[in-house]
């Protein structure tokens, strides 16, 4: 017999579809004002608006993308070959996303004698036969003759990125990363690369917000030669959501919208472009938009936000973490095609896909600032 206070069946099925609603909603978030001009799909990006759908991404199983990273690291070796990379230098792969007329994007970080190389990342985009195309390169430095033996001890690097920690006002400041080898082009600018260590400073920021702060120190000489805080709010002036705060990443001087508290979701810009992955958005002030659509910016910080509140819903209300419960944040790709009224969900890239509407002017970015139901009705 059920007590008083035990829910019925019929409470219990209430409680699933409130919550799968709920659900439901949330994706909506990211949607925002998709459906202008017909339903989007990744097999239908559009409903009367012509697209190069050769150049769209492939809907991918986890199978299927578990096997092109496994191809593209058996020819790794080959891939660096014929990118004329030094003996010393191998490629790490770390995704792949193939479009439908057979050009697969291979994401590659770089080693140096065994040693991670900041700045080295690379994108090689191959035709259907293997044949490289193009090649999308953080940094074009030669990694040549780099000594490995640091005179520098890792104390002293780390001693040092404490201190950049506490000059930024940091508290509970302590190395969550111990300093470790690395080789440094991120800030090259065409110069010889450095060998540096890398220390990352954990604990609170000054207004609170955790603390991920990377140093580089050269290991040559003891000098600081970089530091980024991973962790960032900025401040974003939206069209829809008016002025939120984002989250976003710093290194030197410039920012970008990357969410390293949510799976790291990045906002790109694809300027009009059917295909690819676009630019990532990156700043000087870490203010983004302006609130017009004249901006191109005011359409990444709508993208932008209405992931986070995405990433908390299913968080908050379903403990999971990201959508998959992975702890990897979807991206978001703004400003696609010209006149596209519409936006479309992708697995293969794990990504949105948002239009700027009739005249490039009534984006397809999230509408609301949160779910309608937000939390569900339970």
């Not at 891939?79 to 490629?91: F, R, V």
């Not at 040693?115 to 259907?128: C, E, I, Q, R, S």
């Not at 805080?229 to 900025?234: E, P, S, Y």
């Not at 001087?253 to 790291?264: A, E």
């Amino acid at each position: 017999m059920l007590s008083s206070n035990s829910p019925t069946p019929r409470r219990r099925s209430a409680r699933r579809r409130a919550t799968a609603i709920g659900t439901f909603t949330a994706v909506a978030a990211l949607l925002g004002m998709a459906v202008q001009a017909g339903t989007a799909t990744a097999d239908n990006p559009s409903a009367g608006t012509k697209v190069d759908t050769g150049s769209l991404s492939m809907k991918l199983s986890p199978s299927q993308r578990a096997e092109l990273i496994r191809d593209a690291d058996t020819s790794k070796a080959a891939t660096a070959d014929t990118l004329g990379l030094g003996a010393k230098e191998k490629l790490v792969v770390r995704d792949v996303i193939k479009d439908r007329d057979g050009t697969t994007h291979t994401r590659y970080e770089r080693t140096y004698a065994g040693l991670p190389v900041l700045g080295g990342d690379m994108v090689v985009a191959t035709d259907k036969a293997g044949k490289v195309k193009d090649v999308n390169r953080a940094s074009k430095a030669r990694l040549t003759g780099i000594d490995t033996g640091a005179d520098v001890k890792p104390a002293a690097a780390e001693k040092q990125a404490l201190g950049a920690a506490k000059a930024e006002k940091s508290t509970k400041t302590k190395a969550s990363q111990a300093p470790r080898k690395v080789v440094w082009l991120a800030g090259a600018k065409g110069g010889a690369p450095v060998l540096a260590y890398e220390t990352v400073v954990g604990g609170l920021q000054k207004d609170g917000t955790p603390n991920e702060l990377h140093v580089v120190t050269d290991a040559a000489t003891g000098k600081k030669l970089g530091q980024w805080q991973a962790v960032h709010n900025g401040t974003g002036n939206t069209m829809y959501s008016g002025q939120v705060t984002l989250g976003t990443a710093g290194s030197g001087s410039r920012y970008t919208l990357s969410d390293t508290q949510r799976g790291n979701h990045r906002t790109y810009n694809l300027n009009r472009s059917t295909s690819g992955t676009g630019t990532l958005f990156s700043g000087p002030d870490d203010v983004w938009g302006n609130g017009q659509p004249s901006n191109l910016e005011t359409a990444g910080a709508d993208a932008h936000y209405g992931a986070a509140l995405t990433w908390d819903y299913y968080k908050g209300v379903h403990g999971r973490n990201g959508i998959r419960n992975d702890g990897v944040g979807a991206s978001s790709r703004v400003h696609y095609g010209n006149n596209y009224s519409n936006a479309f969900w992708q697995n293969g890239c794990f990504c949105m896909t948002y239009g700027d509407g009739a005249g490039n002017a009534k984006r397809a970015t999230p509408s609301r600032s949160r779910p309608s139901t937000w939390p569900p009705t339970r």
